[in-house]
């Protein structure tokens, strides 16, 4: 069973930086393809990035050129650098995995979010 604990959220002004971290304690994160949504308040979950196995990465275009995804297999956990963050950025960020099965199909598992704010 994969679980998924997020950190690095918080309050940042309009410019600023916060980098989210996802431990995952599954036996097979380095076989995942991971990935980070958000869901701000009154509005549905969105994909914000995503990382591949392979390390291939790709972008929501509201946040392509600011956020960057990378992931660290040895610690088993995916990173979210968010940089010139603005106030629609605020959300619940999520950590999703997507994680091969002895069975040939696809488990999904959250993390329990994390708060990101930019406000003045």
């Known amino acids: 069973q994969v679980q998924l604990v997020e950190s690095g959220g918080g309050l940042v002004q309009p410019g600023g930086s916060l980098r989210l971290s996802c431990a995952d304690s599954?036996?097979?994160?380095?076989?995942?393809?991971m990935r980070w949504y958000r869901q701000a308040p009154g509005k549905q979950r969105e994909l914000v990035a995503t990382i591949t196995r392979g390390t291939s990465t790709d972008y929501a275009s509201s946040v392509k050129g600011r956020f960057t995804i990378s992931r660290d297999n040895a610690k088993s956990t995916v990173y979210l650098q968010m940089n010139s963050l603005k106030p629609e950025d605020t959300a619940v960020y999520y950590c999703n995995a997507l994680s091969p099965t002895p069975w040939g199909t696809i488990s999904a598992s959250w993390g329990q979010g994390t708060q990101v704010t930019v406000s003045p």
């Open positions: 599954g036996s097979t994160f380095s076989e995942n393809t």
